[in-house]
């Protein structure tokens, strides 16, 4: 269409012809055309009836002429456009370049990806979908690269690695209706507290530096500021009345930070531990329930008040969607219902901007903007949440570190990898709920401690982003261990989890459990209302750079010159999965010293002999593939040979024994019918770290103490392996298998007379003297432990009545998927049958049976009896002239062989015993095993010193 300005502002004269009825009235009229003339055209014009005239290419020639006169016009924009698009992609490939600009790498082809996937995410617009940071992968796979930018952290934080930290959150507020609050906070609401390491340890060492658990964590304040917190025994003080301290530290002034910032800010995890799993899939964490620390309702409301939210990130559902479609046909409507109740989290369709400042301009690293990161909303339906938003309670967001040139310095720049919804291996809600008897996850302070050991520990798993850069992966790098660095053992990718943080519910149902019909207890649009939007991460509560250390090791087959110290040739490497590298492992959680429950200053250091006679006993002739012996050893003592378990383990081969740190505190060491129960959550984190860890890789696991010995019955075993291999074989259903345990008692005639420190309990005698005339008794340090304990208080079958609570099972891992130290809590039956009912402490048969004492095994508990306990047992122990009934805390051995079909061949002669009545009955397998045991000893110390 022409332009307006094509059109002169007065009227064209048009010449033309007469019509024929003009020419028909009118003769004279002549044809008024005009004469060709030089650069004259002639137009043709026609006139209608109405003498109104038209002209045919009139229209098309004043477009022509338009165009011609507009054609300047349009060249100058089109070199002004082409001109600020060459400048715009010439300053984006300078800046996309300066990561890289004079770098060692450049000539491997780093660079061209780096601007292959950035220019990728230009034409993309940015979006936060399209985001690509595949180019760094590359990066990370060098050792030398990222020794640079470990060189750079040192430089600038005399640091390796990241430090760990958290942001503290104010807590939720909700309306007068009791409707969850948008959190509109900034980021100067945020507190920030650090947590590095020791300064006793080496400032390269890195948080991966250590075989096994993460050792770095801040979880308990250490016993040498319990003049200040309080003990863990017999404690008063409310957590809460000192959660800042606790967060930050007692000095203002103090570098290290404080030791745990859960108390501060209820929602952040108790994290115990945290690795990604063999194949790099995910990242998991073990995390524990701190609110089962005190639970003193007359002392402790406002930790119980204060920590409500741990029960919350337990009790989020999470289920498969097979369990859901399963509920939807056997229950009428359940999908309906069922899909409305989960806590489900989708993503808006539009992202956060960059209008808020969160960057410390101070900081030397530097954070690449070009990340725009997700705006995550609180759904009330499921199918409104997204795919992997359906049953989750935090974001990952995963990054990582590179160098960046500008201004001619080399800075550090973060990059973030990418974010992932977290998810649960089982619906705890569920589990919970099934439990005959349970009550709500969450009670009251009034009603106090609801001992649902279930609910204990729980763990949770971050999806590591799918991303790729040809035939590396960021899941392949981590399997690989590759992002760890061989030298110092610092990490180069971090994991920042941030809590969803909702309000705490308290109906048994839970929400979200199939074939539940929960009609007001719980409503989602009651509780936070339609979208509810999340803060971005950078203005939530969180955890922040957490490493990502290796995965899980496989430990290889014991080498065939390792054998030779072996007793009998055990073949310890046997195993008969096809797909696992182990048959049978065991878990150990020991100290150097420890106190038993409800003792303040008593310790007992005899966890080092115990160590090497449980691990040797159970590896040379108990026939276990591995053991895993998580060293909960007070890490604040010197540094010197015997501050571990370390000169223990390291007797054995690496493939038979491995030791994992674990220096988390037990948070609360009463005794278990103590008002403030005890609850040993170091203990129990470490288990379900074991299982974690190296379940996957084996068919059967049991978590053991030291002072416990498994002992076949029969002589056609020569250890518990192989009655284990029997079961496997003609046993299908069995998944898990009962020892029922009884305290065994010190035989009397094989202790020494008490010659230690004098004490108001203990008078010191010689040696040499009768330990019929001693005060107290103590071990003989040349017996084991086996021999010393084997008088076991009843006979077998042990009793059903009692002895069962404190019972000790070997379990499938792949069938038990939480084990509390003596129960196997939930298993995968939560799955396939999601409507059968649960018992608290038992599972029902065929998958779970007690081992029979007289036919197949049994444990031997040889739990230390101190010296103070023996104090005066002559008078305490009854004399068979004068038998009375009293408490006897040695053992007077009966002339019973438990095992033995003619007693009299183990009768002793005179002995200490012999004036008393008889309280205990030793084990002819006992007695057999016994030799084996010390030749076995003696060849691991010897083949150790050889060495």
């Keep these: 269409m022409p332009c307006a300005f094509c059109i002169p502002p007065y009227p064209i004269p048009i010449p033309h012809s007469p019509t024929r009825d003009e020419r028909m009235h009118y003769p004279s009229m002549k044809t008024n055309i005009t004469p060709p003339s030089s650069g004259l055209r002639v137009r043709r014009q026609t006139v209608n009836r109405n003498g109104v005239s038209h002209h045919p290419s009139l229209k098309r020639e004043l477009k022509e002429e338009c165009h011609i006169a507009l054609m300047p016009v349009f060249v100058i924009a089109a070199v002004w456009l082409l001109g600020c698009w060459v400048l715009i992609w010439a300053r984006m ?18 660079k061209r990806d780096i601007l292959s996937a950035r220019l990728r995410q230009f034409l993309d617009h940015g979006n936060t979908t399209n985001y690509d940071s595949s180019w760094v992968l590359k990066l990370l796979a060098e050792p030398d690269y990222m020794k640079q930018v470990q060189e750079l952290l040192m430089k600038d934080f005399q640091y ?17 209706r009791g409707l969850l609050k948008l959190r509109t906070h900034g980021p100067e609401n945020l507190t920030y507290v650090s947590y590095s390491y020791k300064k006793s340890e080496s400032s390269t060492l890195g948080a991966c530096s250590q075989n096994g658990a993460q050792w770095t964590l801040p979880t308990f304040h250490p016993p040498g500021m319990d003049h200040h917190f309080e003990s863990n025994v017999f404690r008063k003080k409310n957590m809460f009345d000192i959660r800042w301290e606790l967060a930050s530290g007692v000095d203002s002034g103090n570098t290290n930070g404080g030791y745990c910032p859960v108390d501060a800010d209820p929602y952040l995890p108790w994290i115990h531990d945290v690795f990604p799993s063999r194949d790099g899939k995910f990242v998991e ?29 337990v009790s989020v559902t999470v289920f498969v969607i097979c369990m859901l479609y399963l509920a939807s046909l056997l229950v009428a409507d359940a999908f309906t219902l069922i899909k409305m109740q989960p806590i489900p989290v989708k993503r808006a369709e539009y992202q956060w901007g960059n209008n808020i400042s969160i960057v410390n301009e101070k900081s030397p690293i530097s954070y690449d903007q070009s990340y725009q990161p997700s705006k995550y909303v609180l759904a009330t339906a499921l199918d409104a949440a997204a795919e992997d938003g359906k049953f989750t309670r935090f974001i990952c ?30 619906n705890p809600e569920h589990a919970n709920y099934i439990k005959r008897g349970s009550k709500p996850m969450l009670t009251s302070p009034e009603k106090g ?6 609910n204990s520990v729980y763990s949770i798993r971050c999806p590591v982003p799918e991303l790729k850069n040809g035939t590396v992966s960021l899941r392949s790098l ?30 048994k149902e839970g929400f979200g459990i199939p074939g539940i019909d929960i009609t007001s207890s719980f409503d989602p649009k009651h509780a936070w209302g339609e979208d509810h939007v999340l803060p971005r991460v950078e203005l939530s509560g969180r955890w922040a750079n957490i490493p990502v250390c290796m995965p899980p090791v496989e430990e290889q087959k014991l080498p065939l010159a390792y054998d030779s110290i072996m007793p009998n040739n055990v073949n310890i490497g046997e195993n008969t999965s096809s797909n696992k590298s182990h048959f049978l492992v065991g878990c150990v959680w020991a100290s150097r010293s420890f106190s038993t429950r409800g003792q303040t200053t008593a310790t007992d250091s005899s966890t080092f002999d115990r160590l090497l006679e449980f691990l040797t006993y159970h590896t040379a002739i108990a026939g276990f593939d591995h053991m895993y012996v998580y060293d909960n050893s007070d890490t604040s003592i010197e540094d010197n040979n015997t501050a571990s378990l370390a000169h223990i383990t390291n007797l054995f081969s690496s493939q038979l024994v491995t030791r994992i740190p674990w220096p988390h505190r037990i948070c609360n060491n009463n005794r278990p019918a103590h008002s403030n129960p005890g609850e040993r959550s170091s203990q129990y984190a470490a288990e379900a770290s074991c299982r974690a860890r190296y379940g996957p890789n084996t068919e059967w696991m049991i978590s053991m103490d030291v002072d416990e010995f498994l002992i076949p019955v029969s002589k056609k075993w020569q250890g518990i392996k192989e009655w284990l291999q029997h079961v496997t074989a003609t046993e299908k259903d069995t998944a898990i298998l009962s020892f029922f345990q009884t305290r065994a008692l010190p035989n009397i005639d094989l202790m020494l007379p008490y010659n230690g420190l004098a004490s108001k309990s203990c008078k010191v005698k010689s040696p040499k003297d009768a330990v019929l005339d001693a005060t107290c008794a103590m071990k003989n340090p040349n017996k084991t432990y086996m021999e010393t304990y084997n008088c076991e208080p009843t006979r077998h079958p042990k009793p059903q009545t009692w002895a069962w609570r404190a019972k000790k099972q070997i379990y499938k891992p792949s069938f038990v998927w939480n084990h509390f130290v003596h129960y196997s809590v939930v298993t995968r039956l939560v799955e396939d049958k999601p409507f059968d009912d649960s018992g608290r402490f038992q599972v029902k048969a065929p998958y779970e049976r007690r081992v029979n004492e007289l036919t197949e095994g049994f444990m031997l508990h040889t739990k230390t009896t101190s010296p103070e306990m023996t104090s005066n047992w002559q008078s305490q122990c009854p004399r068979k002239v004068s038998p009375t009934k009293s408490s006897c805390a040695v053992g007077i051995p009966s002339a019973e062989i438990l095992g033995a079909k003619e007693s009299s061949l183990y009768q002793d002669g005179i002995s200490a015993s012999a004036l008393y009545e008889a309280n205990c009955f030793r084990h002819s397998r006992v007695i057999e095993l016994i030799p084996r045991l010390e030749q076995a000893l003696r060849l691991v110390t010897n083949h150790h010193s050889m060495q």
Aim: proline residues 7%.
């Design 449 to 454: 401690h609801d001992e649902q050991i279930w």
């Design 285 to 313: 964490f073990i995390i524990s329930n701190k609110r089962r620390c005190n639970t003193d309702p007359k002392v402790f409301q406002s930790d119980l008040k204060n920590l409500e939210p741990q029960v919350a990130l």
């Design 93 to 110: 490939y300078q800046s996309f370049s300066e990561d890289l600009t004079n770098h060692p790498l450049s000539n491997l082809g780093n």
């Design 478 to 507: 981590i399997a690989s261990g590759k992002t760890i660095s061989q030298s110092n053992g610092a990490p180069s990718i971090y994991i920042d989890l941030i809590p969803i943080r909702t309000q705490v519910r308290t109906n």
């Design 160 to 176: 390796p690695q990241l430090v760990l930290g958290a942001y503290l959150e104010p807590p939720l507020q909700t309306d007068e």
């Design 397 to 426: 967001r995963f990054h990582t570190l590179i160098l960046s040139e500008k201004q001619n310095q080399t800075k550090l720049k973060q990059v973030i990898l990418g974010e992932s919804l977290s998810i649960y291996p089982y």
